[in-house]
Structure formats: C-alpha cells, structure tokens
C-alpha cells in the first residue's frame, strides 16, 4: 500500500513587463499629434532666435573681411535678401540641428521640453543613420499643414509618421523611456545647436563673395 502522495501547489504565473493583456505600446506612451507639434514650434522659435544671433555674427564677419579686402562694395545691399542659395543653406541648417540633437541625445529642444525622447523600433537609442531618414522625411510629412503626418499617426497604435515608420523609430514620454535607453538630452542640443549656428554663419559669408 502507498503511503500518501504530496502534491505541490502549481506556482502561480509570474507577471510579465505587461499583465492583463495591456497593450506594451500604452505603457511606453507614445507622443501624439498636438504635443510633438508643441514641440516643433518650440523648435522653431529655438532656430529662429539662434538663426538671428548667426546672422549677425555673420554680418560682423563679412564687415572684417571687407575691410581687409576680399569683399566687394555693395555687400551691405545684398545681405539679408532671400535667395536660393540661402534657402538650402536654411534647410541644411535645420536637418543638421534635428538629425544631430536626436542622434546625440535623443531630443530637440522642442522634444526635451515637453518630456519626448526619440527611440528605435526596438527601444533603443536613435542612431545616426536614423535620425537622418526620420528628419529628411518630414519634408512629406509636414506636406498640407502635417496632414500627412496626422494621417499616419492616427493609423499607427506607437503614433508613427511616416518619417518614424521608415526610419523604424518612435517617439515616445521621457518617463517611459527603459533604463537602458536613457541618456541625457544636453549634448545633443549643444552639438546641434553649434552646428546651426556654423552653418548659418557660413552662409552669410559666402552669400557675400
């Protein structure tokens, strides 16, 4: 005859990262529409202000190379006028900022102000490489006042445009951002912003030789 049989309990399921069936692209808070808008605004305004101080370092410049010479007479008609020249100038100015700032930090300083971060796909720090398709994509995006942009994040359960969905990456809270993906916004700003500012000052320069 057996004596008696001892059973243990069946362990209870340990909870995952998500219980209860949540949706994991809830818990990582993507950005919406409005507040990544906020933010681009405010990126503008940054620009805009850090473009004016360029220019007139610029202007400071082209003044001591006139004196010195290089400079042809009538620079002071010229500068400040739109041309195409300064067109691309501008929009090179502004992809290096974004591209730059999101590579090295994660955010703009629109994005850092109102607590948005950059990720891969995959949770990771935003890479280069990705920063740049995101950023030179949002010339589609921003097409018909970001309806673009509206229509693809409105498809999309993370709030992908389409600059994030074929550069594979996503904007999201900072206070959701992992552990492991964190990392401090300042550099990023610093090194972009430095880079717009070079690049507005050079072309002022040589719009004038």
Not at 117 to 135: F, M, Q, S, W, Y
Not at 192 to 208: G, R, S, W
Request: net charge neutral.
């Amino acid at each position: 005859m057996q004596g008696p049989q001892w059973y243990a309990p069946p362990e209870a399921p340990q909870p995952g990262p998500y219980q209860h069936g949540d949706d994991p692209n809830a818990l990582l808070e993507p950005g919406g529409f409005w507040i990544r808008g906020g933010a681009h605004l405010i990126d503008i305004i940054t620009v805009g202000i850090v473009g004016a101080v360029s220019g007139a370092f610029g202007a400071i410049v082209v003044g001591m190379l006139d004196a010195a010479g290089v400079i042809e007479p009538g620079w002071e008609d010229r500068i400040g006028k739109p041309t195409v020249g300064s067109f691309l100038f501008g929009t090179l100015a502004s992809l290096v900022y974004h591209t730059a700032a999101e590579a090295f930090g994660g955010a703009t300083v629109g994005k850092a102000i109102c607590g948005l971060r950059v990720l891969t796909e995959d949770r990771r720090p935003c890479t280069l490489l990705k920063a740049l398709g995101r950023n030179l994509a949002y010339y589609i995006d921003a097409l018909f006042f970001g309806a673009i942009a509206w229509s693809s994040m409105s498809d999309s359960p993370t709030k992908q445009r389409l600059g994030d969905r074929w550069a594979g990456t996503i904007v999201v809270m900072a206070r959701a951002v992992p552990a492991s993906a964190r990392r401090s916004p300042a550099v990023g700003i610093l090194v972009a912003l430095f880079l717009y500012a070079t690049i507005e000052v050079l072309a002022v320069v040589l719009a004038m030789l």
